[in-house]
């Protein structure tokens, strides 16, 4: 199959947050009484606010905002220990290199978004979806089709890397290819085009009409 673009989710897939991103929310469900054990295994790959809405289904959105500033203010200023995963920059680099489309499609917000991918140390590519430029995230496909269209391209062309379920299922909703990295047991029923134990395993090579895996 010959594709046209790359479309990355972030977290998980280029950069470790993973420590920061469970100590903040662990930190919250404090604040509410809700097991880390249980918000741990709900918010992964999704928008904050769609899990909030999960944790608190009585609040009204006034507290909500609060609830989702003071996550967002955590997340986005604490970028210790967060590192970029194995083969994220040279294949970021070598992309770049051979001007082969590629776009940022995460389910964190701007603030958090930016803060961890300047962990990268690459120049921010023309395409970043966040989680205010789509009315309903992962595991839907619109952030997926919405980063296609973006970068001008059918979705069928594009190329989503993803290491969550809710990643997985947007990318594969969209009808896109998707190249699962290191996803979790859970997420083998959803039969990725693709499945690798790390980016350093993905190999890209460049024709006249795109690229092949």
């Given at each position: 199959?010959m594709?046209?673009?790359?479309?990355?989710?972030?977290d998980?897939?280029?950069?470790?947050?993973?420590?920061?991103?469970?100590t903040?929310?662990?930190?919250?469900?404090?604040r509410h009484?809700i097991?880390?054990?249980?918000?741990?295994a709900?918010?992964?790959?999704?928008?904050?606010?769609?899990?909030?809405?999960?944790?608190?289904?009585?609040?009204?959105?006034?507290?909500l905002?609060?609830?989702?500033?003071?996550l967002?203010?955590?997340?986005?200023?604490t970028?210790?220990?967060?590192v970029?995963l194995?083969?994220?920059?040279?294949?970021?680099?070598?992309?770049?290199?051979q001007?082969?489309?590629?776009?940022?499609v995460?389910?964190?917000?701007l603030?958090v978004a930016?803060?961890?991918?300047?962990?990268?140390?690459?120049?921010?590519?023309?395409?970043?979806?966040?989680?205010?430029?789509v009315?309903?995230g992962?595991?839907?496909?619109?952030?997926y089709l919405?980063?296609?269209?973006?970068?001008?391209?059918?979705?069928e062309?594009?190329?989503v890397?993803e290491?969550a379920v809710?990643?997985?299922?947007?990318?594969?909703?969209?009808?896109?290819?998707v190249?699962?990295v290191?996803?979790?047991?859970?997420?083998?029923?959803?039969?990725?085009?693709?499945?690798l134990?790390?980016?350093?395993?993905?190999?890209?090579?460049?024709?006249?009409?795109?690229?092949?895996?």
């Amino acid at each position: 199959m010959m594709y046209q673009g790359f479309l990355f989710d972030l977290d998980g897939t280029l950069v470790d947050s993973l420590a920061v991103v469970e100590t903040a929310w662990s930190k919250w469900g404090e604040r509410h009484a809700i097991p880390a054990s249980e918000i741990l295994a709900f918010i992964h790959g999704k928008q904050a606010i769609t899990s909030l809405r999960h944790f608190l289904p009585q609040a009204d959105e006034a507290t909500l905002r609060e609830e989702f500033l003071w996550l967002e203010h955590l997340e986005s200023t604490t970028v210790e220990g967060i590192v970029p995963l194995p083969g994220a920059k040279a294949l970021l680099t070598y992309l770049t290199e051979q001007k082969i489309p590629w776009a940022i499609v995460t389910s964190g917000s701007l603030p958090v978004a930016s803060a961890r991918f300047e962990v990268l140390a690459l120049p921010r590519p023309a395409v970043f979806i966040t989680a205010e430029q789509v009315a309903k995230g992962k595991p839907h496909p619109d952030p997926y089709l919405l980063g296609a269209e973006q970068l001008g391209l059918a979705p069928e062309r594009c190329v989503v890397v993803e290491d969550a379920v809710a990643g997985i299922e947007a990318g594969l909703a969209a009808k896109c290819a998707v190249v699962a990295v290191n996803a979790p047991v859970k997420a083998a029923h959803l039969k990725a085009t693709y499945s690798l134990k790390s980016l350093t395993d993905l190999v890209v090579t460049p024709t006249a009409q795109g690229f092949t895996l």
